[in-house]
């Protein structure tokens, strides 16, 4: 049993030493131990007996076991406190020589001149071991947190986390590549900060706030605005955190940027709606199998043919040819099939209700990554109006060039008088009709416009110029030459019947000139008055004389006028269309300016002023198209 002063504070506070939890060791001013309480036993590994008596160094693992003795003479002598009434971290040494981190506390009590050092001793092992798992915890967690962070960037999600406002709390980097803006530039606002003004309103008025605080949201579409002022769409998932009484602490989600594929799904719901609203018929058959049966048809299709979309779905379009449908086209089609080829053409088809019609198809292949033909797009459209209305051109301009032919090729220039005239039909075919032709030392001159553009129009024409001709070569053989009055009477009944059958009539202002005498006769049947204009003078004269149009009444009676020309003088015949040109403001050329012009250029050649007056009447209609025919003949008295 110890005996002194240090045996004496054992003892007073043994039963309270050895129920404390923490190891309880006493020793002297040389480091001897005189007390090692069971706590300390079970720290170390020591029976009590077995330390007793010994260098408290024995616990100590190197350096400190070395320097143990060193330091407590250092305080003895100097009294500065390095270690005593200072806890701290240490390491301890079990008997085993295993080491243990123990948190130390040294206190100082002094019995007259003997000090006794009374330390505790706290193992640490299970907090270190906790704190140890706690790193690994948290270093397990950032790096998880770092490579999912990472991984989102990579595929352009954009991680969030808001209170319970709506104000961001944390950001990803791919808001940046999202957004535009940097993580730092989002947190503390709100995210109806960030968004268009549509989606704005629709969620902060639209929507109560509550309602969103409700329940976890999945693949919601946003409409945010980037910094750059352009519209972002995102698909946003999130989920709400709350706290142990239920109350909303924060949301965390994530946004993927989903506008490439809203604008693809937006281009292709325009471009399916394109193709149901197209005008001519889409059909897409599956190249892979024989009989390419339509997998889909658009209305127009429908519309086209006359089948309903459910007998042309899965059916062929061979279904539409028939008896007159052209062996070579058939042939060529499947040729273009076979061969994966494009096919274009025109062929007969039928509709549903055996009516034929023209049919201009087109046929392109669809083929897949490895270039074999999956598909095929058809696109069809009833050409049959266009083809008649080709046909009715090609007529036309038949009729044109017939109808062209029967007006006088060249100027006619004879010893006292030039005459010139020009045609130009505002359509293929127009009733304009001109001509001259001299016999017997005189001239006649004829201008007449048919109503109407049609074919109908220019055989009246072609009837009016045979019935004149024939009137012409009968007054000659029988040696007596009507004046013009008398010729517009025969005329007349010659053309009456047919004028009334097709509802058609004729202006025609007739004139004979003798050359000799220099004296004009002329008679009009409601045409347009000629213009002379006298080489003296700036000015024009209209001739006319009273006459109904032909094929109004039987015997209307035409009046007959006549006056004598000298030379210089210039006659200009005209049809209404020169008149009745306008501009693109709506304007007439009109017969007063018309008047002015040859007043100004009369002097010219009949040919040259005939050409000038018709680029005059082309510039001042600019781009707006002749509406009538125009056809001018000009004559100048030598």
Known sequence: MESGPACDIVSNFRAILDTVADGVIVIDEAGTMHWFNPAAERLFGYHRDEVMGHNVSLLMPEP????HDGYLADYLRTGIKKIIGVGREVQGRRKDGSLFPMYLSIGEQRQGDQR????????????????AAQRRDHEALRESEARFSQVADMVGEWLWEQDAAGRYLYCSNA???????????????????????????????????????????????????????HEVFTESTGMPIFDEAGRLLRWRGVDLDITAHKRFEDALRLRERAIEAASVGIAIADARQDDYPNLYVNPALVRITGYPRGELLGQGMAMLQGPGTDPEARAAIRSALREGRVYEGVLLNYRKDGTPFWNELLLSPVRDEA???????????????????????????????????LLPKAPLRLPGAEIAGVCVPATHVGGDYFDYFSHDGRVDLVIADVSGHSVGAALIMTELRSTLKAELRRAHEDRAAPGPAALLGAVNAALFEDLQGAELFITLFYLRYELATRRLRFANAG?????????????????????????????????????????????????????????EQGEFFGAGRLCRWIGAYGDLAPGQLVRSLLEELRGFCGKAAFEDDISMVAMRVM
């Open 116 to 131: 006794l050092f009374v330390g505790i001793v706290h193992d640490l092992t299970r907090r270190k071991q906790a704190e």
């Open 527 to 583: 045409h347009n008055r000629v213009l002379l204009r006298r080489r003296a003078g700036t000015g024009c004269v209209e001739l006319d004389a009273d006459g109904l149009i032909l094929g109004v009444k039987r015997e209307p009676g035409f009046e007959e006028n006549g006056l004598v020309l000298e030379p210089g003088d210039c006659l200009l015949l005209y049809t209404d269309g020169v008149v009745e040109s306008r501009d």
């Open 175 to 229: 808001v940046e590549s999202i957004l535009g803006y940097r993580p730092e530039d989002v947190l503390g606002r709100s995210y109806l900060d960030l968004m268009t003004f549509e989606d704005r309103r629709h969620w902060s008025e639209g929507v109560p706030p509550q309602g969103r605080n409700a329940r976890p949201f999945q693949r919601l579409v946003n409409r945010y605005r980037h910094r750059d002022g």
């Open 371 to 405: 270039g074999a033909v999956t598909h095929y797009i058809g696109v069809q459209a009833d050409v049959t109006e266009r083809r008649r209305a080709e046909a009715e051109r090609q007529e036309l301009e038949i009729a044109k060039q017939i109808q062209l032919s």
């Open 64 to 67: 400190d076991r070395s320097r």
